[in-house]
């Protein structure tokens, strides 16, 4: 089946430093999102993004489907940016069917 | 704002009881989802829904049903809980469609099973 490999696992930042999570994936998925988890908590949805760049505040998402990878930027983090981003890709079609990395868990301290 | 709530949020089963976690989306989205969350593993796909009456198998299906009566309202059922279904689930809605996949997400449900 589909697989979602994401690094790194975790990532500590001082604030005000920019962050860069990579995601790889093993097939040539036509949609790449981002999810953010905050502690304990529900995802919420950040970016989707099939190819090419996106930009949205101070997030940038990069999607190289040939090469089947995928980063995001995450420029002057913020405390309040800590928690686990999740990479998931899906199939192309409308179900919107999902396969998940592991997450990289990101601590920004003072 | 899209809204996703799952109920109960906490539950504590026995091994070989039933277990119902409900879900229910104001919407009116037509997919709706169950994932599974576990260190180690991320977010796995258990069951979803195209719309009322629909439901289809996700990644892992064994050891769970799943029921959408209607629109708003997805449930997730074990019928013989297990100690290996102890996890944190997810409830999740969409569009579908031609839409850049954007999903909704509740907050979770915890199980503990012993």
């Known amino acids: 089946g589909q697989q979602v490999q994401q690094s790194p696992a975790s990532l500590v930042l001082q604030e005000g430093e920019n962050a860069e999570l990579q995601c790889n994936f093993s097939s040539t998925a036509t949609r790449l999102q981002w999810f953010y988890q905050r502690p304990g908590g529900s995802l919420v949805s950040l970016l989707s993004?099939?190819?090419g760049t996106k930009h949205t505040g101070r997030l940038t998402s990069t999607t190289v489907t040939k090469e089947r990878r995928g980063s995001l930027h995450i420029s002057s983090s913020q405390i309040t940016d800590s928690g686990t981003y999740l990479c998931a890709m899906g199939p192309t079609g409308g179900n919107n069917k999902l396969t998940f990395g592991q997450g990289t868990v990101l601590s920004v301290i003072p | 704002e899209a809204a996703v709530t799952q109920s109960p949020r906490n539950k504590v089963a026995v091994t070989g009881g039933k277990v119902t976690l409900s879900c229910n989306q104001t919407n009116n989205h037509n997919n709706m989802y169950w994932y599974r969350q576990d260190t180690g593993h991320g977010l796995r796909l258990i069951h979803y829904?195209?719309?009322?009456?629909?439901?289809e198998k996700g990644d892992i299906p064994d050891g769970y049903k799943a029921s959408r009566p209607s629109q708003e309202n997805f449930s997730l059922i074990l019928e013989l809980a297990t100690p290996s279904q102890t996890s944190v689930y997810f409830c999740a809605s969409g569009l579908g469609g031609s839409n850049t996949g954007q999903l909704y997400f509740g907050e979770g449900s915890k199980l503990t099973v012993l």
């Open positions: 993004n099939p190819s």
């Open positions: 829904s195209y719309g009322a009456g629909s439901t």
